[in-house]
């Protein structure tokens, strides 16, 4: 039985409204035990308000441990690679979580990373802190390079704008963790004790999600309930296994 990695926006809910279908997909995949793990880039929210978002939304049954997130993986991939551990960090609840579960302490001077997720509240200081640590030899790293954030119909800025305007302004690319990248799938395969033939990426996301598994040659189901549907995939040249329009279609009684 393969283990499903399920994005979260636009795959299970978009901001506070349920996709049509996920719940009725979550509760099948509990009945028959089958395994899952949602994969998602948004780095903000905790394991705690995670899970509170989507039970809110009616979800049933969701544990802290059922999230992987870009932050989770980011503290993660730090911690194995580097023995360092003091960073500046631009980032919400959910980054500053999962650095300090990594042990990971915060200081404002002589960091040794710079590590970037998304920050509805930063500012040009905080930005500008972030590149004099850059521009010292702080290594540079992000949860995810998303360009766009849905907000209510609109867009608003991924953190991939971010880490963008750092890179441009010191001439020091990122080191970048969330999907498309693979450092995020090779982290959760360590963690999670599992082989890439043991899963199947699941997101509406042809540039995140279905491009991590079609470079990784990993089984990849794209739904067309969020960004992407099934126009995209010749323009983007990034092809899933297998495209459906609802998640019901993966429900076998
Ligand atoms: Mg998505």
Request: charged content about 30%; hydrophobic content about 40%.
């Given at each position: 039985?393969?283990?499903?990695?399920?994005?979260?926006?636009?795959t299970?809910?978009s901001?506070n409204t349920n996709?049509?279908?996920a719940?009725?997909?979550?509760a099948?995949?509990?009945?028959?035990?089958?395994?899952?793990?949602?994969?998602?880039n948004?780095?903000?929210?905790?394991?705690?308000?995670?899970?509170?978002?989507?039970?809110?939304?009616?979800?049933?049954?969701?544990?802290?441990?059922?999230?992987f997130?870009?932050?989770?993986?980011?503290?993660?991939?730090?911690?194995?690679?580097?023995?360092?551990?003091k960073?500046?960090?631009?980032?919400?609840?959910?980054?500053?979580e999962?650095?300090?579960?990594?042990?990971?302490?915060f200081?404002?001077?002589?960091?040794?990373f710079?590590?970037v997720?998304?920050?509805?509240?930063?500012?040009?200081?905080?930005?500008s802190?972030?590149?004099h640590?850059?521009?010292?030899?702080?290594?540079?790293?992000?949860?995810?390079?998303?360009?766009l954030?849905?907000?209510?119909?609109?867009?608003?800025?991924?953190?991939?704008?971010?880490?963008?305007?750092l890179?441009?302004?010191?001439?020091?690319e990122?080191?970048?963790?969330?999907?498309?990248?693979?450092?995020?799938?090779?982290?959760l395969?360590?963690?999670?004790?599992?082989?890439?033939?043991?899963?199947?990426?699941?997101?509406?996301?042809?540039?995140?999600?279905?491009?991590l598994?079609?470079?990784?040659?990993?089984?990849?189901?794209?739904?067309?309930?969020?960004?992407?549907?099934?126009?995209?995939?010749?323009?983007?040249?990034?092809?899933?296994?297998?495209?459906?329009?609802?998640?019901?279609?993966?429900?076998?009684?």
């Amino acid at each position: 039985m393969k283990t499903y990695l399920i994005d979260l926006d636009g795959t299970m809910y978009s901001g506070n409204t349920n996709i049509d279908g996920a719940r009725e997909f979550i509760a099948y995949l509990q009945e028959k035990g089958f395994p899952y793990i949602f994969l998602t880039n948004n780095a903000t929210r905790t394991k705690t308000q995670a899970k509170e978002h989507m039970l809110n939304l009616g979800f049933k049954n969701i544990k802290e441990d059922d999230f992987f997130t870009s932050a989770i993986a980011t503290a993660k991939y730090i911690a194995k690679n580097y023995s360092e551990r003091k960073c500046f960090m631009i980032g919400e609840s959910g980054l500053e979580e999962a650095l300090k579960e990594e042990n990971f302490i915060f200081v404002e001077d002589k960091a040794d990373f710079v590590v970037v997720g998304l920050d509805r509240k930063a500012n040009y200081t905080k930005y500008s802190e972030a590149l004099h640590h850059i521009l010292a030899g702080a290594k540079f790293i992000a949860t995810n390079s998303d360009r766009l954030l849905a907000n209510n119909g609109l867009f608003d800025l991924g953190n991939g704008a971010t880490v963008n305007m750092l890179e441009y302004a010191s001439g020091v690319e990122a080191i970048k963790v969330g999907k498309p990248y693979q450092t995020i799938l090779n982290i959760l395969l360590e963690d999670k004790n599992l082989k890439k033939e043991d899963i199947i990426l699941l997101g509406d996301n042809l540039e995140t999600d279905i491009k991590l598994g079609y470079e990784g040659n990993i089984e990849t189901i794209m739904v067309c309930s969020g960004v992407h549907d099934e126009n995209d995939i010749e323009r983007l040249k990034v092809y899933p296994t297998k495209v459906i329009k609802n998640l019901r279609e993966l429900i076998k009684e």
